[in-house]
């Protein structure tokens, strides 16, 4: 491996450690076994090193809910109630080992107007996580997916999750699990066809 992966992967280990904040330029270069220098030479800045770093832990995040998809698919049809517990329960697994990345996100959403690189990557990555939601819950490819479903249905499953995220990392005993949000969303759908 050489230094550009090093320092990619000593970013990733501050990160889940210390979050964006605490992490120094220093602490990386510790956790790398490079040089200040290289972090400009491959990055630029601390900032865009970490800024990468977190898409990959993002996207690792994104892989262990996909990698419980499989079993959603099987005979359960799309927009169907057991579809949607189904998804939240593979993505409220990936919680425990996946909380640091978590917590990341809340920071760096906190952070955004001190980090302009994480910023920029974050907003890029918006469309891209609101597809890979839709795909959880209605199987569809991400490929497949035009704008206004990504906007529209794609950001409805991304702030559930947002809000979701939020009530696991400061009260995960109180939080909802996949039946209790199956179960709003069918009253949900119970108040929208009664006629008034």
């Known amino acids: 491996m050489g230094h550009r992966e090093d320092l990619l992967d000593g970013a990733r280990r501050c990160l889940l450690r ?60 799309e927009g169907s109630l057991e579809r949607f517990r189904a998804g939240w329960e593979g993505i409220i697994r990936t919680f425990p080992e996946h909380r640091a990345v978590w917590q990341l996100n809340l920071e760096a959403a906190q952070m955004a107007d001190r980090m302009p690189e994480v910023w920029e990557l974050l907003t890029k990555m918006q469309s891209e996580g609101r597809a890979g939601l839709i795909r959880t819950f209605t199987g569809r490819p991400e490929d497949a997916l035009d704008g206004p479903a990504v906007d529209s249905l794609g950001a409805f499953y991304q702030v559930l999750l947002s809000g979701l995220t939020v009530q696991l990392l400061f009260d995960p005993d109180a939080a909802p699990d996949a039946a209790r949000l199956t179960e709003g969303l069918r009253r949900i759908m119970e108040l929208a066809r009664t006629p008034g």
């Open 18 to 77: 210390k979050g964006f904040a605490r992490t120094t330029a220093r602490d990386i270069v510790k956790e790398s076994g490079t040089n200040l220098a290289s972090i400009g030479y491959h990055y630029g800045s601390k900032d865009a090193l970490l800024a990468q770093a977190f898409i990959g832990l993002i996207r690792d995040v994104g892989d262990a809910m996909a990698a419980g998809e499989p079993h959603v698919a099987n005979n359960m049809r």
